[in-house]
């Protein structure tokens, strides 16, 4: 079990361009969750699938970002026409939705810098 | 809606002290409580959780009761290691989504 990956683990763009993330979730977890972390706050929740599904987003989800789990495995996460205020740290999380409570496992994170 | 208030940091203590971080909720409902940790460089890890009135969550030394009466979930350690630094976040669940609501962090720093 290698854990929850992310790619690339920092990216720094300037503004208005588009960035893509990639999450390797844990391989037998079903569901797959993002959230944006800025510096001194804690994670806060953007999406999550579970299985190819996307099944909620947050309102902090602009039109400017869209989440894909093609084949309810790995996810991406595309921030078109990036603004500085989309520096954060993107962190990607799965679980399994059978487990006791549904643990989520975290991953690293892609740390984003936008110029 | 629902939210979560922890102490701000950083906390800094010696090795062996006593450790206490303070965390209250606001929640309709009965909500799940969890305390993640957050070691440098890696993403969040659970350390414990309570999921009704009254449990008691412990892991690797750690404890915090659920406290409804009061609205509180404190972090709890009776003697702290250096390698316990790390960023502490209180969370909630509530609802069926099992998603948390996170507080903002607290930062420890433990000297030998």
């Known amino acids: 079990d290698t854990g929850v990956s992310q790619n690339p683990r920092h990216k720094i763009t300037k503004r208005g361009q588009n960035v893509t993330f990639r999450c390797d979730p844990i391989?037998?977890?079903?569901?797959l969750y993002w959230y944006r972390q800025t510096l001194g706050q804690g994670p806060e929740f953007l999406t999550y699938?579970?299985?190819?599904?996307?099944?909620?987003k947050s309102r902090l989800l602009s039109d400017r970002f869209s989440a894909e789990r093609p084949k309810g495995s790995f996810s991406t996460l595309e921030i078109q026409r990036t603004e500085q205020g989309d520096s954060a740290m993107y962190l990607c999380?799965?679980?399994?939705?059978?487990?006791?409570?549904?643990?989520?496992?975290f991953g690293p994170g892609t740390r984003l810098t936008v110029l | 809606g629902d939210s979560v208030t922890q102490m701000e940091g950083p906390v800094t203590l010696s090795e062996e002290a006593f450790l206490t971080i303070n965390c209250t909720y606001t929640?309709?409902?009965?909500?799940?409580l969890f305390w993640y940790v957050q070691y440098p460089g890696e993403g969040l890890q659970l350390l414990l959780k309570?999921?009704?009135?009254?449990d008691k969550g412990s892991n690797k030394g750690f404890e915090a009761t659920y406290r409804k009466e009061t609205t509180s979930f404190h972090l709890e350690k009776g003697s702290v290691q250096v390698s316990d630094s790390a960023v502490y976040f209180c969370a909630l669940g509530a609802g069926g989504s099992y998603i948390p609501t996170f507080g903002r962090g607290t930062s420890l720093i433990v000297h030998p």
């Open positions: 699938f579970q299985n190819e599904a996307q099944l909620e």
């Open positions: 391989s037998e977890h079903n569901r």
């Open positions: 929640a309709t409902g009965y909500p799940s």
């Open positions: 999380a799965s679980s399994f939705s059978r487990s006791s409570y549904n643990e989520q496992f």
């Open positions: 309570a999921t009704k009135a009254d």
